[in-house]
């Protein structure tokens, strides 16, 4: 299967640091990555898409200049929480889409949980 | 805008039981995928359905979607304690062009032994 992978896991910060999060696909291609976030025991929150080469499209309601999205290769995006407070940690998630004969799939990393001092 | 609803957010299921989940969306999907997130985990793939009416089984799990293209369901037969997890539908639309999917608020399932 595919696979994604997400780095760090985890990570605790003081306030006002930034955090740089890594969404790489291991074994396949992917033009489009998607961020999300997930509070506790809630469903999953598209923040922006991610397309290589281009600049991410946020959802309503994200700031792009919080969270400054790069994808600058076929298997790499990269989440940038700048100045991080408390109210930013959650858990973020990147998936990766798959175009293959199976249809568009989004394969899931393991998520990374930031909590912020 | 899509929005995805799914009921109910919280399923408590005595081993052996089985249990439904529904998915509706208020616009016609293109394509509706399922995802499984066991407690502390990330979502991970179960299906998509395409077709209209579609109907898929993977073991004791039946996917199905709706005819309208506007909801599904994902049916779990004799529920063993390995289904414990949160099942998600996710819905991409008719008009998206990036492969975007709208979430469902997830069904929590506990199973008791």
């Known amino acids: 299967g595919a696979v994604v992978s997400q780095h760090p896991s985890r990570v605790i910060c003081k306030s006002g640091t930034s955090v740089k999060i890594e969404c790489r696909s291991l074994d396949f291609q992917a033009t489009t990555m998607f961020w999300y976030r997930q509070f506790p025991k809630k469903s999953l929150m598209l923040m922006a898409t991610?397309?290589?080469?281009?600049?991410?499209?946020?959802e309503q309601g994200v700031e792009k200049d919080k969270f400054l999205i790069n994808h600058a290769s076929l298997t790499l995006s990269t989440l940038t929480v700048t100045s991080a407070h408390p109210e930013d940690s959650s858990f973020y998630i990147c998936?990766?889409?798959?175009?293959?004969?199976?249809?568009?799939?989004?394969?899931f990393g393991a998520g990374t949980r930031l909590s912020v001092l | 805008g899509q929005q995805v609803m799914q009921i109910p957010q919280y399923q408590h299921v005595q081993e052996g039981e089985d249990f439904t989940t529904y998915c509706n969306s208020s616009?016609?999907?293109?394509?509706i995928q399922w995802y499984k997130q066991r407690p502390g985990g990330h979502p991970v793939f179960l299906i998509q359905?395409?077709?209209?009416?579609e109907v898929k089984k993977q073991k004791r799990l039946t996917f199905q979607f709706g005819e309208a293209k506007k909801n599904s369901s994902l049916h779990i037969t004799a529920t063993q304690t390995t289904d414990v997890g949160t099942y998600f539908c996710a819905g991409r639309g008719t008009t998206d062009s990036w492969g975007k999917l709208q979430f469902g608020a997830g069904t929590q399932v506990v199973v008791t032994p």
């Open positions: 359905l395409v077709k209209s009416g």
């Open positions: 616009t016609t999907l293109s394509n």
């Open positions: 998936s990766a889409r798959r175009t293959s004969g199976r249809g568009n799939i989004q394969y």
């Open positions: 991610s397309n290589e080469g281009s600049k991410a499209t946020y």
